[in-house]
């Protein structure tokens, strides 16, 4: 008895997985979203390349993607300098302990002056993977919302109108604003 209730728990189980399989793929072909995001985590820019190929006319939004690479490119490129300023300075400094300067680059700076200039550009390098950061979660963010607005229509009759209006047997005016628009397609 036992057998057979486990049984039909589990044939019960399987259909109710089943049929939420099917409603999350029905949702999925209407909003794209997390296609877009996923696609964008694992390579940067290609959400929005998918939200370019998904959207029935054409919304182009290959243009964003130089500029997602182009702000990645920038703040690793920022990262690796300071590192290696970072580098260099914990270097001198280390030798000035031990013997002379060695490197021409930090001769007019005192050790003090060197430590100050340690934590300025090690402070600037942390800042710049602050920023390539953000610039990876914004791109996640803009495939997200485009995905979001990919069935979105703007018609041209969208149009306000301001008419005033007098009431009968009450001091003052007033005015109403009619808002007439088609959202839906």
């Given at each position: 008895?036992?057998?057979?209730?486990m049984l039909v728990?589990?044939?019960?189980?399987?259909?109710?997985?089943?049929?939420?399989?099917?409603?999350?793929?029905?949702?999925?072909?209407?909003?794209?979203?997390?296609?877009?995001?996923?696609?964008?985590?694992?390579?940067?820019?290609?959400?929005?390349?998918?939200?370019?190929?998904?959207?029935?006319?054409?919304?182009?939004?290959?243009?964003?993607?130089?500029?997602?690479?182009?702000?990645?490119?920038?703040?690793?490129?920022?990262?690796?300098?300071?590192?290696?300023?970072?580098?260099?300075?914990?270097?001198?400094?280390?030798?000035?302990?031990?013997?002379?300067?060695?490197?021409?680059?930090?001769?007019?700076?005192?050790?003090?002056?060197?430590?100050?200039l340690y934590d300025?550009?090690?402070?600037?390098?942390?800042?710049?993977?602050?920023?390539?950061?953000?610039?990876?979660?914004?791109?996640?963010?803009?495939?997200?919302?485009?995905?979001?607005?990919l069935h979105f229509?703007?018609?041209?009759?969208?149009?306000?109108?301001?008419?005033?209006?007098?009431?009968?047997?009450?001091?003052?005016?007033?005015?109403?604003?009619?808002?007439?628009?088609?959202?839906?397609?």
């Open positions: 008895m036992k057998v057979l209730v728990a589990l044939i019960n189980y399987s259909f109710v997985l089943a049929q939420a399989k099917q409603k999350d793929r029905a949702l999925d072909s209407i909003y794209p979203f997390k296609k877009a995001v996923l696609f964008s985590a694992v390579v940067p820019g290609s959400g929005q390349i998918f939200n370019s190929m998904h959207h029935s006319q054409r919304k182009n939004a290959y243009w964003k993607v130089p500029l997602i690479y182009a702000g990645l490119g920038a703040t690793a490129w920022l990262i690796f300098q300071n590192q290696q300023t970072v580098q260099s300075i914990k270097t001198e400094y280390s030798l000035r302990q031990i013997a002379t300067p060695v490197d021409p680059t930090w001769m007019n700076y005192d050790d003090l002056a060197l430590v100050s300025q550009y090690a402070r600037r390098r942390d800042l710049c993977i602050l920023g390539m950061g953000a610039v990876y979660l914004f791109q996640l963010l803009d495939a997200a919302v485009e995905a979001h607005f229509s703007v018609t041209p009759n969208l149009s306000m109108n301001l008419q005033p209006y007098v009431i009968p047997r009450a001091f003052g005016c007033s005015a109403t604003l009619h808002l007439n628009s088609n959202i839906c397609r």
